[in-house]
C-alpha cells in the first residue's frame, strides 16, 4: 500500500517557540492532504485541508495565523505550530490520497506527538 | 455537514465474547465508509472499508462490518473477541468524491479481559 511519512514523531519544545511537521507522500502524488489532531482518548479532528499550489482550507475554529500549513510539491506538506503553548500540545496526524483517485482508502502518517512546555 | 456517531463510549467484553460496535452517519449522498482501529501508543490502522458493491464486507483480524443504508448505519462485528482486540475503534465516512477528507466518529474504546 502507499505510505505516508510523518517526521519527527515527537517533539518537546519550549512555549513561544515554533515546530515544524512534515508529510510526505513516498510513492505516489498527492494534490490534497489533511491535517487532523487528536487530543488523548479522543477523536481525530479535521484541522485543515492542504491544497498543493494554493492556500489551506481550514476548518471552523482552526486558527490559520497559528497553525501555518504550506503544500509546496505534490509529495510534501508542512504544518507550523508558530508560537506554540502548552495547550497545543496533542497529537498531530497527517493523511491524503493518491491524487484524482476515488474508491481508494487515506493514507495516514504515524503522527506526531508534540509536547509544548 | 457530514457527521458520524458512534454509541458506544466504552465496551468491556471478556474474551469469546461478540462484539458490535454502532456506527451512524449524516449524509445525503454516496459515501465511502471505514473503521480504523489504534492500538495503545499506535497510529492508525486501517480494519475494513466499503465503497460499492456486496454491502457486508469483511476484513482484517476477522472483522466485518454492515453497509444498511436505509439505516445510515456501519456496524463493526466480530463473532469472538480476543484479548489483542484491545484498542480504541474509529468510524470514519467520506463523500464518495477524489480527494475529500474523513470525518471520523468520536471512537469506541474496547477492553477485552481475558
Known amino acids: 500500500g502507499a505510505v505516508v511519512s510523518q517526521h519527527p514523531s515527537r517533539v518537546i519544545c519550549k512555549s513561544g517557540t515554533s515546530v515544524k511537521i512534515e508529510c510526505r507522500s513516498l510513492?505516489?502524488?498527492?494534490?490534497?492532504m489533511f491535517w487532523y489532531r487528536q487530543f488523548p482518548k479522543q477523536s481525530l479532528m479535521l484541522m485543515a485541508t492542504s491544497n498543493e499550489g494554493s492556500k489551506a482550507t481550514y476548518e471552523q475554529g482552526v486558527e490559520k495565523d497559528k497553525f501555518l500549513i504550506n503544500h509546496a510539491s505534490l509529495t510534501l506538506s508542512t504544518l507550523t505550530v508558530t508560537s506554540a503553548h502548552p495547550e497545543d500540545s496533542s497529537f498531530y496526524i497527517c493523511?491524503?490520497?493518491?491524487?484524482?483517485?476515488?474508491?481508494?482508502?487515506?493514507?495516514f502518517g504515524q503522527g506526531t506527538r508534540l509536547t509544548v512546555v | 455537514a457530514q457527521s458520524v456517531s458512534q454509541h458506544n463510549h466504552h465496551v468491556i467484553l471478556s474474551e469469546a465474547a461478540s462484539l458490535e460496535l454502532g456506527c451512524n452517519y449524516s449524509?445525503?449522498?454516496?459515501?465511502?465508509l471505514f473503521w480504523y482501529v489504534q492500538y495503545p501508543g499506535q497510529h492508525l490502522q486501517l480494519l475494513l472499508k466499503y465503497f460499492s458493491g456486496d454491502p457486508l464486507v469483511k476484513g482484517i483480524k476477522g472483522f466485518e462490518a454492515e453497509f444498511i443504508k436505509s439505516k445510515f448505519s456501519f456496524n463493526l462485528r466480530k463473532p469472538s473477541v480476543q484479548w489483542s482486540d484491545t484498542a480504541e475503534y474509529f468510524c470514519a465516512v467520506t463523500p464518495n468524491q477524489a480527494g475529500t477528507a474523513l470525518i471520523f466518529g468520536k471512537g469506541t474504546t474496547l477492553s477485552v479481559s481475558s
Open positions: 449524509y445525503g449522498g454516496t459515501v465511502n
Open positions: 493523511s491524503a490520497y493518491p491524487a484524482e483517485r476515488m474508491n481508494t482508502e487515506a493514507f
Open positions: 510513492d505516489f502524488q498527492a494534490t490534497t
